[in-house]
């Protein structure tokens, strides 16, 4: 049975859907960061359960766009002056956020335990890298979808 183009248009909206995520993780993520430094743990647990939600939802959706028949590469050629900083944005990109979702585990599971300490010292690590991922995940979806889009 051959999917039509009809069919398969909903999957190029994923993109939008995933940079709107990654924003909505960032922004969780920090939110979390500004109330556990001001002490409301309560309020800092639910940013941070909304971080992860937001990020497995992402995941979720940029496995299905890219695993989908229909989709193929999107690859970034023009301007050529912007590809080697694009390039190097993506790379980095890409190298951290694999261990983002054992790090968020990791600290998710030090947390539910009540391990504080070990928690905190954890965190401390990987906060900025899932920030860093998730905002140069927002940034490589405009460089390639909105700035310069790659026909």
Known sequence: MAVTAQAAD??????????ALNTASAACLVVGYVLIRRGQRRRHRAAMIGALSCSALFLASY???????AVGTVRFVDPAWLRPYYLAMLATHVVLAVPVVPMALVVLYLALRG?????????????????????????????????????
């Open 10 to 19: 909903w999957v190029y909206v994923l993109p939008r859907v995933n940079a």
């Open 63 to 69: 496995l299905t766009y890219h695993l989908n028949p």
């Open 115 to 151: 391990r504080h300490a070990a928690h905190r010292r954890f965190a401390r690590i990987a906060l900025p890298v899932w920030l860093y991922v998730s905002v140069t995940g927002v940034l490589v979806y405009f460089v390639l979808y909105v700035a310069f889009p790659q026909g």
